[in-house]
């Protein structure tokens, strides 16, 4: 253990200086240590955040029976490196606190690839009847067969947000309570005459965006063109929430890193779940 704790001491003291000494400064070492510091995949950072490979070769991996295995010396290292430190505002308490919850004694908390409570997040470019639109897909993991594979869970199209602006009140138009003494003959009035026949259904009517995506994108309407950010939600530390985003820049702290960290209040997961598939 003191090892461990011995080597992230030095891994972590030659991120200090090299940030010390400002981005691109003269005098900064090439190679000394950062590929090493690099969370280079989504991958690695589940590894690390687990305490599953060595902190100075990520091709090393730990596996149960190995003394280093989720050692907690071993992890308290490796989160202390798995946050944006440059550009986000996560307060130095915060990231204690989260730190010392993960890393319980009597709970620790581990991430897990194959289970619920994590998201991906994707905007991509695609081409809506000739204009450049941006669209932010959600995606999730699900088994399939013997393996899993990522599938879209939903979509946000700002070119179909405000195309079912169902009206209430006494704007919204209805059919009378006795139209099934007419043969509903006046449905008239909701395919003909109307501009919101979604006024005509029940209250709890919500549009289905991503069969709607899928439709345009069968009729050739919507064109895929590039795919120009990925970010990840997990929900899976019980009272936590945090968003990992991928960072490429000089220095050390670069790759895979959390951007974002939530300490949960009751309700607060249902609202950023809403806010992230938006439902606001």
Known sequence: MRIITFIFAILIAS?????????GSPGTVKDDGKFAASTKQLNQFFRRFNGEESP??????????????????????????LFDN??????????????????????????????NGWLAEVQADFLYKGKREKATLILKLQAEG???????????????KNIFNKPVGDNKDFLHPLS????????????QDSNSPEAYTESTFTPDYLTLFLYEMKQNN????????????????????????QFNRPGFNTGWLISNLVKLNPGDKETIQKYIYDQN
Do not use: C
């Open 146 to 160: 013997l393996g899993y594979e990522w599938v879209i869970d939903q979509v946000s199209f700002p070119p179909f």
């Open 56 to 81: 100075t070769d990520g091709n090393v991996r730990f596996y149960p029976g190995d003394s280093s295995y989720r050692n907690v010396a071993l992890r308290r290292g490796f989160l202390e490196i």
């Open 222 to 245: 919507i064109r895929y063109q590039t795919v120009t950010d990925v970010k990840f939600h997990f929900f899976q530390i019980d009272g936590w929430y945090f968003e990992v985003h």
């Open 86 to 115: 440059q550009t986000s505002s996560i307060s130095q308490n915060l990231k204690r606190e989260f730190i010392d919850s993960v890393l319980s004694s009597v709970n620790p908390k581990y991430l897990n690839f194959h289970r």
């Open 180 to 191: 099934h003494e007419l043969g509903f003959m006046n449905l008239r009035r909701a395919f």
């Open 15 to 23: 991120i200090s200086i090299v940030s010390g000494q400002g981005i």
